[in-house]
């Protein structure tokens, strides 16, 4: 006669056995260290309403699995039987304990991780509406208040920096989206090499660090990434397909500044030479840097300072990753170079033209000047002004499947570097003591993809 699982348990003295399960621990355990973002997404799947379609999806799938017949019995043995799954009380605690060393609800939890029930890459929200969304942004003045809208909430931020801006928006946002019972997903990256010798006051501490870990893991899921490319998103892979938010603030000069879909090589470098001045590539106590004779003074900065990326594949990430894109604190030489990417009248984009203060009022005409008009504070819709282009490149490989390009449906151009109830990046704070610095720029911007 076959063995009933759900009431037999192999013998705990069987060395093999007990091999076995100690395999099987390691290898939960394992999975709950490696897959922190899973393990607080496994959190939704032990909620009352979704427990019973959890343990209905466990039970199907063990089976299924590689794991040696004795665990199979034994997790079977401790899970509710088919049809009788809509109460965790018909759980076997004591079973499950021994399992996986954990207590119930937290077993359930690393078994769903474990048997692939929770897709990271799947985790977004499919069904917001993009009308919706412009109307929130519309009526508030605070974009950010987007995290308190949506049923899971989630930031990256490009070129995070010190992540002074992170503190300040988990300070404003955190407690509300803790009292909702949410998770917010906080994800940050940067081209600095933490502990290099270059970026100064851009690099993280280490106490910032320890300060935006130290939040339970119930209500927030925090990740920085140094020494990484912000264009180059393919890897880790806690990284999310969709974010609620994406930002990138103060985005780089020159890095940004020159399109060079519109400009040559040898203009963007005849050009940085000549305001600028010369540059090259040196040893500084056996790191590689950039160092660059500026006005008389030698000046050194990390080796990839004078790498031109231009706008369009920062738009094209953004759009391809976030509902909602937050660029902020942006300088004159960036923010024209961006506009005209986003318009869709091209004789705003010259070829070989570079963009300088002299000519933007000749290239941009009306759209130059109502920009201009905007007092610090102030914000306008570049639709009102001129027409938004109706299609952008992709920039970036390998291009979503399926899309042609993508388009932004709605701009919004806002003059300033700090706003009274948004968060602020370190960079954005320091233009208030820039004295020779014109007032910088933001873009609010509600994407989309093209499909073909």
């Known amino acids: 006669m076959a063995l009933d699982p759900r009431t037999h348990t192999p013998s705990s003295n069987d060395s093999s056995h007990k091999n076995a399960l100690s395999q099987f621990r390691h290898q939960v355990k394992q999975a709950k260290q490696e897959h922190t973002l899973g393990w607080a997404l496994t959190r939704k799947l032990v909620e009352p309403r979704s427990l019973p379609a959890t343990l209905e999806q466990l039970v199907e799938r063990i089976p299924q699995s590689s794991c040696q017949p004795a665990i199979q019995e034994m997790l079977l043995a401790a899970l509710p039987s088919p049809g009788n799954t809509s109460s965790k009380s018909n759980v076997h605690a004591d079973r499950l304990k021994e399992l996986t060393g954990l207590p119930a609800t937290k077993a359930i939890r690393v078994l769903c991780l474990y048997f692939d029930l929770v897709d990271q890459e799947s985790q977004r929200d499919d069904t917001f509406d993009p009308q919706e969304l412009e109307d929130f942004v519309r009526i508030h003045t605070n974009p950010y208040d987007w995290l308190l809208k949506v049923d899971d909430p989630s930031l990256l931020d490009l070129g995070a920096g010190d992540l002074s801006f992170e503190e300040a928006l988990l300070t404003q946002y955190l407690p509300q989206i803790q009292n909702a019972g949410q998770l917010l997903i906080l994800h940050a990256l940067d081209r600095l090499q933490p502990g290099s010798q270059f970026g100064g006051v851009y690099h993280a501490s280490q106490e910032r660090l320890a300060r935006l870990s130290q939040h339970p893991l119930e209500y927030l899921h925090f990740r920085f990434w140094g020494a990484k490319d912000m264009l180059d998103l393919t890897t880790p892979r806690e990284l999310r397909k969709t974010y609620s ?71 094209d990430l953004m759009a391809q990753r976030g509902q909602l894109c937050i660029l902020s604190a942006i300088d004159a030489e960036v923010f024209w170079e961006i506009l005209a990417q986003l318009v869709e009248d091209e004789s705003m984009r010259p070829p070989n033209v570079v963009l300088t203060q002299d000519n933007l009022p000749e290239i941009f005409k009306q759209v130059y000047e109502s920009l201009s008009s905007l007092k610090e504070g102030e914000r306008c819709y570049l639709s009102n002004v001129t027409p938004l282009r109706i299609q952008l490149p992709h920039a970036l490989t390998p291009h979503p499947r399926g899309s042609e390009g993508f388009r932004f449906g709605y701009v919004e151009v806002r003059r300033g570097a700090v706003f009274s109830d948004m968060p602020a990046s370190f960079t954005a704070q320091q233009f208030s003591q820039m004295s020779e610095e014109p007032l910088p720029w933001c873009l609010i911007l509600i994407p989309d993809l093209l499909v073909s």
Request: hydrophobic residues 35%.
């Open 245 to 315: 938010i994406v930002t990138c603030h103060a985005p780089a000069t020159p890095t940004f500044a020159f399109e060079p879909t519109r400009l040559s090589q040898n203009t963007i470098q005849e050009h940085l030479k000549r305001t600028k001045g010369d540059f090259k590539t040196v040893r500084v106590n056996g790191e590689e840097a950039l160092e660059v004779h500026h006005r008389g003074r030698t000046l050194t900065f990390p080796l990839w300072k004078f790498a031109i990326r231009g706008p369009l594949p920062l738009l």
